[in-house]
C-alpha cells in the first residue's frame, strides 16, 4: 500500500510533466546495475568510472539542461523527483548526480561565448564548493589571480568542469563580492580528504589553488544570470531539488522496513495472533510523516516554479515562496533523518545487522547530509529572520 500512497502523489504532483517519467522509467531499468555501483562506491570512496558513464548516458547530468541546449529540461520539482528516486538506491549516487546536474544551470550565469567554451557539449558534470571560502584579485588587465582551499568537492574525480567561491576582490578595491570561479582542473591540487562515515561514495574531496590566473570573465554571480527564466532567476535553483535525496534516501529506508514488519504481522496473523499495537502505530506514524514531507517539498517546488515564471511578478511574491521552500528544504533533511532513526529503532536489535539491510548505511548517509548549510537549524533563524522583515542575511535567503 505504501507504494501506491506514493505513487498516488506522484501522478497528483508530476501529471502534466511527461518528461520527468522517461528518466524515472529508466532509472527503474537501471536500478540492479546502480545498487551495485552504490554498493561499490561505498567501498571506493567515489562513483566508479562505469556508474558516472551510465549515468552520463542516461542524461542524468542533464536534468536541468534546457531542451533547446540538448538535455532534459526538467522543471526544479522533476529534478528533485528523480534524485529522490535515485536516493531510494544510494545517497551517494544521488548526490553526485545531484552536484554534477548543475553544469545545466551555472551556463545561464556566464556570457553565451564563455559559456559555450566551458559547457561547449551536454553531458557535462560539475563539481565544487561556492561557498566563498577562496579570493580571485583582479589584476586590472582581464584576468584574476585565484587562491583557496574548497572543502566538499563532492564527484570532483570524474567531473569536466570545477568551481570555487570566491570573494571577488575588484581592480584597488579592498572591497569584496561573493563570486563563483570556474577554475582550470588540471591547475588545482585534489587533496584525499573524504574519510568518512557518511556519503563515503560522493568522493567529496577538498581542493586547492595557488596564485592561479584565469580570466576574469570566467567568474560569475548567481545575482546576475545572463538568461531568463525559473532555471535562473531567483538565484537558489542549484538548492531547490536537494531535497529529493534525503526524501530517497528516506523512501528506501521505510519501503524495506515497511516489507519487513508486513512478512511479521502475515506470520502472527496466521497464527491467529495480534500485532502489537506500537508497531502498527509507528507504522502509520512514519508513514504519515514521509508523506507529509513529500507533499510539502513538491508543493513549494511546484509554487516556486509558477511563481517566476510569472513575469514580472512582485517582489514579494518571489521572496515569499523562496524562503518558504528553503524552510521546507530543511526540514525534509532534518525530518527524512528522524524518520529513518525511528524506522530504526521499529526494528530494535535486528535494525544493527547488516544482513538486515542497508538501514545503517542510509543512516549514516542523512547525519552526513544534514550537515550541509541547507539542513542546519540556522537556516530557520534566516528564514524567520525574513519571515518578519528582516534583510538578506545569507547569500540564498
Same mark, same amino acid.
Given at each position: 500500500?505504501?507504494q501506491?500512497?506514493?505513487?498516488?502523489q506522484?501522478?497528483?504532483?508530476?501529471?502534466?510533466e511527461?518528461?520527468?517519467?522517461?528518466v524515472?522509467?529508466?532509472?527503474?531499468?537501471? *536500478?540492479?546495475?546502480?545498487?551495485?555501483?552504490?554498493?561499490k562506491? *561505498?567501498?571506493?570512496?567515489?562513483?566508479?568510472?562505469?556508474?558516472?558513464?551510465?549515468?552520463?548516458?542516461?542524461g542524468?547530468?542533464?536534468?536541468?539542461?534546457?531542451?533547446?541546449?540538448?538535455?532534459?529540461?526538467?522543471?526544479?520539482?522533476?529534478?528533485?523527483r528523480?534524485?529522490?528516486?535515485?536516493?531510494?538506491?544510494?545517497?551517494?549516487?544521488?548526490?553526485?548526480?545531484?552536484?554534477g546536474?548543475?553544469?545545466?544551470?551555472?551556463?545561464?550565469?556566464?556570457? @553565451?561565448?564563455?559559456?559555450?567554451?566551458?559547457?561547449?557539449?551536454?553531458?557535462?558534470? @560539475?563539481?565544487?564548493?561556492?561557498?566563498?571560502?577562496?579570493?580571485?584579485?583582479?589584476?586590472?588587465?582581464?584576468?584574476?589571480?585565484?587562491?583557496?582551499?574548497?572543502?566538499?568537492?563532492?564527484?570532483?574525480?570524474?567531473?569536466?568542469?570545477?568551481?570555487?567561491?570566491?570573494?571577488?576582490?575588484?581592480?584597488d578595491?579592498?572591497?569584496?563580492?561573493?563570486?563563483?570561479?570556474?577554475?582550470?582542473?588540471?591547475?588545482?591540487?585534489?587533496?584525499?580528504?573524504?574519510?568518512?562515515?557518511g556519503?563515503?561514495?560522493s568522493? @567529496?574531496?577538498?581542493?586547492?589553488?595557488?596564485?592561479l590566473?584565469?580570466?576574469t570573465? *570566467?567568474?560569475?554571480?548567481?545575482?546576475?544570470?545572463?538568461?531568463?527564466?525559473?532555471?535562473?532567476r531567483?538565484?537558489?535553483?542549484?538548492?531547490?531539488?536537494?531535497?529529493?535525496?534525503?526524501?530517497?534516501?528516506?523512501?528506501?529506508?521505510?519501503?524495506?522496513?515497511?516489507?519487513?514488519?508486513?512478512?511479521?504481522?502475515?506470520?502472527?496473523?496466521?497464527?491467529?495472533?495480534?500485532?502489537?499495537?506500537?508497531?502498527?502505530h509507528?507504522?502509520?506514524?512514519?508513514t504519515?510523516d514521509?508523506?507529509?514531507?513529500?507533499?510539502?517539498?513538491?508543493?513549494?517546488?511546484?509554487?516556486?516554479?509558477?511563481?517566476?515564471?510569472?513575469?514580472?511578478?512582485?517582489?514579494a511574491?518571489?521572496?515569499?515562496?523562496?524562503?518558504?521552500?528553503?524552510?521546507?528544504?530543511?526540514?525534509?533533511?532534518?525530518?527524512?533523518?528522524?524518520?529513518?532513526?525511528?524506522?530504526?529503532?521499529?526494528?530494535?536489535?535486528?535494525?544493527?545487522?547488516?544482513s538486515?539491510?542497508?538501514?545503517?548505511?542510509?543512516?549514516?548517509?542523512?547525519h552526513?547530509?544534514?550537515?550541509?548549510?541547507?539542513?542546519?537549524? @540556522?537556516?530557520?533563524?534566516?528564514?524567520?529572520?525574513?519571515?518578519?522583515?528582516?534583510?538578506?542575511?545569507?547569500?540564498?535567503?
Amino acid at each position: 500500500m505504501l507504494q501506491t500512497m506514493l505513487q498516488q502523489q506522484d501522478d497528483y504532483f508530476f501529471a502534466e510533466e511527461d518528461r520527468v517519467w522517461d528518466v524515472l522509467e529508466w532509472v527503474q531499468e537501471h *536500478r540492479l546495475e546502480l545498487q551495485d555501483h552504490g554498493v561499490k562506491a *561505498r567501498q571506493g570512496g567515489r562513483l566508479p568510472d562505469s556508474c558516472v558513464e551510465l549515468l552520463r548516458t542516461g542524461g542524468l547530468f542533464d536534468l536541468a539542461l534546457s531542451t533547446e541546449q540538448g538535455g532534459r529540461g526538467l522543471t526544479s520539482a522533476a529534478q528533485a523527483r528523480v534524485l529522490e528516486e535515485l536516493g531510494t538506491i544510494d545517497g551517494s549516487l544521488a548526490w553526485c548526480v545531484m552536484i554534477g546536474m548543475d553544469s545545466g544551470i551555472y551556463r545561464g550565469f556566464l556570457p @553565451s561565448s564563455v559559456s559555450e567554451e566551458v559547457f561547449p557539449t551536454s553531458g557535462l558534470i @560539475s563539481a565544487g564548493w561556492i561557498h566563498p571560502q577562496g579570493t580571485a584579485v583582479d589584476l586590472g588587465n582581464g584576468t584574476c589571480q585565484v587562491n583557496g582551499r574548497w572543502q566538499f568537492g563532492s564527484g570532483i574525480d570524474h567531473a569536466d568542469v570545477l568551481l570555487g567561491g570566491v570573494r571577488y576582490f575588484a581592480h584597488d578595491s579592498s572591497e569584496w563580492t561573493w563570486r563563483i570561479a570556474v577554475l582550470d582542473k588540471q591547475s588545482v591540487k585534489v587533496e584525499q580528504t573524504w574519510d568518512t562515515w557518511g556519503l563515503q561514495g560522493s568522493g @567529496s574531496q577538498h581542493y586547492s589553488a595557488e596564485g592561479l590566473i584565469i580570466p576574469t570573465e *570566467r567568474t560569475f554571480s548567481l545575482h546576475e544570470p545572463k538568461l531568463d527564466g525559473p532555471m535562473h532567476r531567483p538565484h537558489d535553483a542549484i538548492l531547490r531539488k536537494m531535497a529529493g535525496i534525503p526524501l530517497g534516501v528516506a523512501v528506501g529506508g521505510l519501503s524495506a522496513v515497511v516489507a519487513g514488519v508486513q512478512k511479521k504481522v502475515a506470520a502472527l496473523l496466521k497464527e491467529g495472533e495480534k500485532p502489537n499495537d506500537r508497531v502498527l502505530h509507528s507504522i502509520g506514524n512514519l508513514t504519515a510523516d514521509l508523506l507529509s514531507l513529500r507533499a510539502s517539498v513538491y508543493s513549494s517546488l511546484a509554487t516556486a516554479w509558477d511563481v517566476y515564471q510569472q513575469n514580472p511578478h512582485t517582489q514579494a511574491d518571489q521572496d515569499s515562496i523562496l524562503v518558504a521552500s528553503a524552510a521546507i528544504r530543511q526540514r525534509a533533511f532534518q525530518g527524512s533523518r528522524d524518520l529513518v532513526m525511528k524506522a530504526g529503532d521499529l526494528l530494535g536489535a535486528q535494525a544493527v545487522y547488516v544482513s538486515a539491510g542497508d538501514l545503517g548505511a542510509r543512516l549514516s548517509d542523512l547525519h552526513v547530509m544534514c550537515q550541509h548549510a541547507v539542513a542546519q537549524q @540556522s537556516l530557520l533563524e534566516l528564514a524567520g529572520n525574513r519571515i518578519l522583515g528582516g534583510k538578506t542575511a545569507g547569500p540564498f535567503l
